[in-house]
């Protein structure tokens, strides 16, 4: 099973970003799919979850400026970002939670990530 991130980059103050991921692999299930944060000197944090129904999460900076949305069928799980300061910088990471996966006929259950994605916002 394998988590791939995209859409990191350089923006400028004010404008928008849109971070995709994709699941990929023996993959039968997956409960919650989002992104966490980390910022240089600072721990991961939360940006916004959603769960396989649709029901979503926001982090209190994120709320009122970004759009969670997921894609079961297709496995992909996409963040929009809107009005981005410099204070977003930061590498960006997503994550599925208890995938269920079936590899050589063993079942497992597990969370995975991606391998984060770099977003710069210049001021």
């Known amino acids: 099973v394998q988590l791939q991130a995209s859409g990191g980059g350089l923006v400028q103050a004010g404008r928008s970003l849109r971070l995709s991921c994709a699941a990929s692999?023996?993959?039968?299930?997956?409960?919650?799919m989002g992104w966490y944060r980390q910022a240089p000197g600072k721990e991961r944090g939360l940006v916004a979850s959603i769960t396989s129904a649709g029901f979503a999460n926001y982090a209190d900076f994120a709320q009122g400026r970004s759009t969670i949305t997921r894609d079961n069928a297709k496995r992909t799980v996409t963040l929009q970002m809107n009005s981005l300061q410099p204070e977003d910088t930061a590498v960006y990471y997503c994550?599925?939670?208890?995938?269920?996966?079936?590899?050589?006929?063993?079942?497992?259950?597990?969370?995975?990530w991606g391998q984060g994605t770099l977003v710069t916002v210049s001021s």
């Open positions: 994550f599925a939670d208890n995938v269920g996966s079936q590899i050589h006929g063993v079942v497992s259950f597990k969370e995975y």
């Open positions: 692999g023996s993959i039968f299930s997956i409960d919650d």
